[in-house]
């Protein structure tokens, strides 16, 4: 079974900088692609970031030149760096990995004052 441990969230004022972690158990070279999505009140879940097996990135374009993903394949670790964070980057963060079905880790806040 296939699970996704996020870590890294937090408070941090305008401007400033988190870096959120995914662990996931075992290899992540079996999953073609893994990402960050997240979900504020009263929205629907979003794509936030993703990279594939071949390491081809995409973002949205909220986040475009602020996030970066990246992966550790030694540590089987997914990140998002997050720079000039914004208050409306404000959500529940979620890593997600996909092989033949999504699996998904159980969220981190991330909270952005003005």
């Known amino acids: 079974q296939v699970q996704l441990v996020e870590s890294g969230g937090g408070l941090v004022q305008a401007g400033g900088s988190l870096r959120l972690s995914c662990a996931a158990s075992g290899s992540i070279f079996r999953f073609n692609r893994m990402g960050w999505y997240r979900q504020a009140p009263g929205k629907q879940r979003e794509l936030v970031a993703l990279?594939?097996?071949?390491?081809?990135?995409n973002y949205a374009d909220s986040v475009k030149g602020r996030f970066t993903i990246s992966r550790d394949n030694a540590l089987n670790t997914v990140y998002l760096q997050m720079n000039s964070l914004k208050p409306e980057d404000t959500a529940v963060y979620y890593c997600?990995?996909?092989?033949?079905?999504?699996?998904w880790g159980q969220g981190t806040q991330v909270t952005v004052s003005s």
């Open positions: 990279i594939t097996w071949g390491g081809t990135t």
């Open positions: 997600n990995a996909y092989d033949t079905t999504m699996h």
